[in-house]
């Protein structure tokens, strides 16, 4: 009997029926005026990159320029996220065999994990850190509506030092370069938000400064900037992580894709900022 892994946040930061849901992605994909209205630029060199985890509302016409320009050949994503709670292990491999959206169940990469599990020594298979965490999910039902089928690999991430970052992405990228078992080809892929509850203007300038060190594929960069200018950029580490990684795989450049803020969507004083990026070989 399978171990399934339920969804968390259906209904909260995103619709829990499958119909709604659908349109509501219709919607970010096509409708808004903050998504990409239909656009798709798929690249032969894409490798990843990095996307917002808020409710769809928000966030998700950010996130629909990032997933419009995969390919459908993509049979396996490694997907990065963060743990805002920081329970339980501080970078986890989920235990379950799937992940169920209202869209239905995508299977985990089990031998991915146990050979990455076997080379990195502090990740650990962990339940707790993704029983109630939502920024890996809410990436679910854009990579369904994409991809169609496809197996993951859910990693969470909560406090690493920049040895450990660049240790899990090097390692990452070495099991990325060995063949597919599924066929198809690999993305990674991390899950970020930008600066949390401040001015518009605010938010901008110090979006901004993360964002530069992502564009420029600068992993300890990002790290020292975030610290420094105290930017509350949840996902800094999942994006570190993958930036260690695609510089490994040999990554020649990323392109900013979208960004924007939880104010372009309801007027508000105090926003959150967005930001889709694709990097590419």
């Given at each position: 009997m399978q171990r399934v892994r339920p969804p968390a946040v259906a209904g909260s930061f995103y619709p829990a029926e499958a119909g709604e849901l659908k349109k509501l992605l219709e919607e970010c994909f096509v409708a808004s005026p903050?998504?990409?209205?239909?656009?798709?630029?798929?690249?032969?060199?894409?490798?990843?990159?990095?996307?917002?985890?808020a409710g769809y509302i928000y966030s998700g016409p950010c996130a629909a320029h990032f997933y419009s320009g995969l390919q459908r050949?993509?049979?396996?994503?490694?997907?990065?996220?963060?743990?805002?709670?920081g329970m339980g292990a501080k970078a986890a491999l989920s235990p379950?065999?799937?992940?169920?959206?209202?869209?239905?169940?995508?299977?985990v990469d089990r031998e991915l994990a146990g050979l990455l599990g076997s080379e990195v020594g502090f990740l650990k298979r962990d339940e707790l850190p993704h029983r109630?965490?939502?920024?890996?999910?809410?990436q679910l039902p854009f990579l369904q509506t994409v991809l169609g089928e496809f197996t993951f690999l859910p990693i969470s991430l909560s406090h690493l030092s920049e040895e450990e970052c660049r240790e899990l992405g090097q390692a990452i990228a070495r099991l990325c370069e060995t063949e597919n078992g599924s066929g198809g080809k690999r993305v990674l892929i991390a899950s970020s938000d930008l600066s949390h509850y401040l001015s518009p203007k605010e938010t901008e300038r110090l979006d901004r400064m993360a964002l530069e060190a992502v564009l420029a594929l600068d992993p300890p960069g990002l790290l020292r900037i975030v610290e420094e200018?105290?930017?509350?950029?949840c996902g800094v580490i999942p994006t570190a992580v993958f930036l260690f990684a695609a510089k490994e795989l040999g990554a020649r450049q990323a392109r900013l894709l979208k960004h924007c803020h939880s104010g372009d969507v309801v007027p508000m004083r105090e926003v959150v900022g967005y930001a889709s990026v694709a990097v590419e070989l």
């Open positions: 903050l998504g990409p209205q239909g656009k798709r630029s798929i690249s032969p060199s894409f490798l990843g990159g990095m996307v917002p985890h050949e993509i049979g396996s994503v490694v997907l990065l996220g963060v743990d805002h709670r379950a065999d799937c992940w169920e959206t209202p869209l239905g169940r995508v299977q109630h965490e939502h920024s890996i999910e809410v200018e105290n930017i509350s950029m």
